[in-house]
């Protein structure tokens, strides 16, 4: 995630919930992304649209939530400001 109001709103609701927050290195490639989703037992990931076609496809294991840009997210995809709206009324 870049330097947004979002990421900070991010960490904070991770750590609230009780949660870890583990930044990934936006240069990772697909197959490097897939591996620490993988072996970290992450249950959700927190994405950019910038960076969103650097997640892998395929059988999900993660849910994901995508900040919204001009680029959309993917099917399946959860919307950040969306669930923002849903969850605080």
């Known amino acids: 995630m870049p330097r947004i109001p979002e990421t900070v709103v991010m960490m904070l609701g991770t750590w609230k919930a009780g949660a870890v927050y583990v930044p990934i290195f ?3 490639g697909p197959d490097a992304i897939d ?4 072996h970290s037992g992450a249950k959700v990931l927190c994405t950019h649209w910038d960076y969103r076609s650097r997640i892998p496809t395929g059988p999900r ?3 994901i939530l ?8 993917a099917d ?3 919307g950040f400001a ?5 969850t605080t009324g």
């Open 26 to 28: 936006t240069g990772f």
């Open 82 to 86: 969306a669930t923002m709206v849903a």
């Open 76 to 78: 399946g995809d959860t």
């Open 66 to 73: 995508t900040v919204e840009g001009p680029g959309g997210f």
């Open 61 to 63: 294991r993660t849910a």
């Open 35 to 38: 591996f620490r989703l993988g």
